[in-house]
């Protein structure tokens, strides 16, 4: 059983910055990749970013540039580092991985970019 947990969201003037966590409960190398998600009020869950086993990186294209994806194999976590915030960046952000077919989501954490 894949367990995620997400941490960091708070609120935050625009332009700020947030760095948010994902840790999971078994070793980070089991994954092919890791994604970051977001849900903003009434939308759609999107793609934010992911980070493979080789550190590959890619972003949807309105945060490339201000978000950055990382990955810590020791304490087998995920970091997804948000600067020059704005306010289309509010939303809850979800950690979600895929293994052996199944998708495994954490319960996410809020991210409010609000004057």
């Known amino acids: 059983q894949v367990q995620l947990v997400e941490s960091g969201g708070g609120l935050v003037q625009p332009g700020g910055s947030l760095t948010l966590s994902c840790g999971m409960s078994?070793?980070?190398?089991?994954?092919?990749?890791v994604n970051w998600y977001r849900q903003a009020p009434g939308q759609q869950r999107e793609f934010v970013a992911s980070?493979?086993?080789?550190?590959?990186?890619r972003y949807k294209e309105s945060v490339q540039g201000r978000f950055a994806v990382s990955r810590d194999t020791s304490v087998h976590m995920v970091f997804l580092r948000m600067n020059n915030l704005k306010t289309d960046d509010t939303g809850v952000y979800y950690c979600?991985?895929?293994?052996?077919?199944?998708?495994?989501w954490g319960p996410g954490t809020q991210v409010t970019v609000s004057s």
């Open positions: 078994v070793h980070i190398s089991n994954f092919d990749v």
């Open positions: 980070i493979d086993t080789e550190d590959f990186s």
């Open positions: 979600n991985v895929n293994l052996y077919g199944k998708e495994y």
